[in-house]
């Protein structure tokens, strides 16, 4: 990608490269860290936990300066995805300064301020050549139907993630890049997957001049796929949730319609009704695997694990979606079966697309968009938890209190 | 409308639109976006200098999807299986691929394992395992609880009122289970 622009001199060392006022602390046998871990549904904590090490020539070792709890990450705190290990320590959306790098590594340097994708990928993979970066083939030994994600149970591959002082980059001249110098850090976390995910998502609805696009979901993936929709030529953004203070976001933030669907009967008619019953042209499920408004769906998946996740946006999406028209699926569900109406997909001959998204893919066209302001993701946090509160962090951003739509943590705050 | 020919028609034309919502439009052209077309060889490949990876050193047996041909080059080292829960999950790895509902649920099985083995395991150190300070139950008080959902048409907190029980449900089963246990140990210790 002729983006990047990145020096690629070659290092010559054979060894690690460590930045000076660390070296002890690395070197030192048994150095610890502070880092986030699992107990179990519903319990984290911080710890004392062995330094990441280099364990493969191209792996770099990012001391974490800023990251972020996803959406997503409740999935895995509510102990819905399968081989979620205690212990683990997760965050899949972070920042960092580049603190160790093996003896394989050509395009960072120890001190460079990188942001890093949260997909883990090699770059050289059937997958990763044609930009499938979300589907790399070299970096989950535990599943093909997904690639690598950092902090994401070892259904994603069993890496630790950044919400942490230190965190192992594996593959560090392929994914993460260094930070713009006029990008702020809270804007930086935010495009390593949010944006870029909710970005990819209204991509995937190939949404054309005029379309009404719905979004079911005003979470931060949610709002950033109803603001780039409109950049992409949307004629009517209608975002779909029941927490009313996220949809006052949608409207200020997203510039979109709002609908709240504990206050109608059934939401799909009432979207038929506002689209003078033709439905909208794209629809984005931008909830996954805990949707709510469908309290045995929520039950039988959420609390019970007996679904993948529960389908209510998906299915909401499929039926308030025009025929021939097009779903996009970038909300996250775990790998067991789940209740889709797929009866009515095939019969409306719709068009379904989905992916995790390949995040540096999106990241030239996104860096613009910040740069010239039509993006401002940082808008949208809410929560800035110290990591030693990260407990605290996950329950209030798991139970939607005091306003919480997108939470960030920060390691040493002191 | 949908029972004739013409799309309805959408309330703002496009310089309206362009005038009320910075950067409308700037991604128009569906040709020009990011992650089209799908499948778009990356000739430098992202980076890669190699046309496969290194292999990372396996430390312990690596637990693999049977569906892959071999142990990827790069992998996660976070938790070992161990414990029963380890037995489980490798044998959900050995025996089922990821298209069979064994695989899933032996693994969601292994994680429920995991945790007591854990909880269990934490009550013999310095630091166990305390369902106060580890669920952030606390900010219920400083967070604003309450207010967060009285009178906020919350369709999610209907089942939030499960959580407590999905957590604390097991701790006080394990408890009331102990205790009875006891109970019937000392009563067998007594004479008579």
């Not at chain 1, 460590?18 to 519903?42: I, Q, W």
């Amino acid at each position: 990608m002729a983006w990047s622009g990145q020096a690629r001199g070659l290092r010559s060392a054979a060894s690690v490269v460590v930045s000076a006022d660390r070296t002890e602390r690395l070197s030192a046998k048994g150095a610890f860290m502070r880092a986030m871990v699992y107990r179990g549904p519903y319990k984290v904590r911080v710890e004392e936990k062995e330094m990441p090490a280099i364990e493969h020539p191209n792996d770099a070792i990012v001391r974490v300066t800023l990251a972020a709890i996803c959406g997503s990450d409740l999935h895995l705190y509510h102990g819905m995805m399968p081989d979620t290990r205690v212990g683990m320590t997760f965050g899949h959306e972070f920042i960092g300064v580049v603190e160790q790098v093996g003896p394989s590594v050509q395009n960072l340097s120890v001190g460079d301020r990188v942001m890093v994708p949260f997909n883990i990928f090699c770059g050289s993979c059937w997958f990763c050549a044609r930009g499938l970066y979300g589907n790399c083939h070299n970096v989950n030994p535990n599943a093909t139907a997904v690639g690598g994600i950092y902090g994401y149970s070892h259904t994603t591959g069993g890496y630790d993630g950044g919400q942490s002082e230190f965190v192992r980059v594996p593959f560090a001249d392929v994914g993460p890049s260094r930070i713009p110098e006029w990008m702020d850090d809270e804007d930086a976390v935010l495009l390593t997957d949010a944006l870029a995910t909710g970005y990819f998502g209204a991509q995937l609805g190939d949404i054309v001049e005029g379309d009404v696009v719905a979004v079911f979901g005003a979470g931060p993936v949610g709002l950033f796929a109803a603001k780039s929709a409109w950049l992409m030529g949307a004629g009517r953004v209608i975002v779909i949730d029941h927490l009313e203070y996220r949809l006052e976001k949608a409207r200020t933030f997203a510039h979109a319609e709002t609908y709240n669907f504990t206050e109608y009967d059934d939401i799909v008619v009432e979207m038929k009704k506002m689209t003078d019953h033709l439905g909208a042209d794209v629809a984005i499920d931008a909830v996954g695997a805990e949707a709510d408004g469908n309290l045995l769906q929520h039950i039988t998946s959420a609390k019970l694990k007996l679904q993948g996740g529960s389908p209510v946006a998906l299915n909401w999406a499929i039926d308030s979606v025009r025929k021939g028209g097009t779903v996009s699926v970038v909300g996250a569900y775990g790998p067991i079966f789940s209740a889709v109406k797929f009866g009515d997909a095939v019969n409306k001959g719709l068009t379904l697309r989905m992916n995790q998204c390949p995040v540096k893919r999106q990241w030239p066209r996104l860096f613009e968009h910040v740069r010239n302001g039509y993006l401002k993701p940082s808008d949208i946090v809410t929560h800035r938890i110290p990591l030693e509160h990260i407990a605290e962090g996950y329950h209030i951003f798991s139970a939607k209190l005091d306003g919480c739509i997108k939470p960030l943590v920060v390691p040493n705050a002191g | 409308m949908a029972y004739t020919p013409e799309k309805p028609p959408i309330a703002e034309s496009a310089d309206q639109l362009r005038a009320r919502i910075p950067g409308w439009g700037v991604d128009l052209d569906p040709k020009d976006r990011p992650s089209v077309p799908k499948l778009q060889y990356q000739d430098d490949l992202s980076g890669a200098h190699w046309t496969f990876p290194e292999r990372q050193p396996e430390k312990w047996p690596r637990e693999r999807s049977i569906e892959h041909k071999f142990l990827t080059p790069v992998f996660g080292t976070s938790c070992p299986p161990k414990g029963l829960s380890g037995m489980l999950r490798k044998l959900a790895y050995r025996k089922y691929s990821e298209g069979r509902a064994a695989h899933w649920l032996i693994l969601i099985a292994a994680d429920r394992v995991d945790a007591w083995e854990n909880h269990l395991r934490s009550f013999a150190t310095l630091h166990p395992d305390n369902p106060i300070t580890e669920t952030g139950v606390l900010s219920e008080f400083s967070r604003h609880g309450v207010a967060s959902r009285l009178g906020r048409k919350r369709t999610d907190v209907k089942h939030q009122l499960l959580d407590p029980i999905i957590v604390a449900g097991p701790w006080v089963l394990a408890a009331a289970g102990a205790a009875y246990l006891g109970r019937r140990a000392a009563a067998r210790r007594r004479p008579g």
